[in-house]
């Protein structure tokens, strides 16, 4: 996910199609929409803001782990797969070989 932005909480606020400049600014409502006060816009960037701030974690470990298909090649030659599970592998990585 990237950084939100405050055209992030105006959006979230009001759906439908907007037109935005980039910083959100210059807000063209499209659908009739009520355009949001600058106070619940600013609460709704905080909101938005802090979800993002709560899941850096998540976007650290992303960097870090192998990638999904590599942990699931790791746990089939493991053999902690269910036997109907590594069949099924077995038979798709015969099927195509390297």
Request: proline content about 6%; hydrophobic content about 35%.
């Amino acid at each position: 996910m990237i950084l939100p932005t405050k055209a992030d909480a105006i959006i979230a606020l009001v759906g439908g199609q907007i037109t935005l400049g980039s910083d959100g600014s210059n807000a063209v409502y499209h659908d009739g929409q009520t355009p949001p006060t600058e106070a619940e816009i600013k609460t709704k960037f905080a909101e938005i803001k802090a979800e993002y701030d709560a899941q850096e974690y998540a976007r650290s470990r992303k960097t870090d782990y192998p990638e999904i298909g590599d942990q699931l090649d790791a746990l089939y030659h493991a053999g902690v797969f269910p036997a109907n599970m590594a069949a099924r592998i077995k038979e798709t990585k015969d099927k195509y070989p390297k």
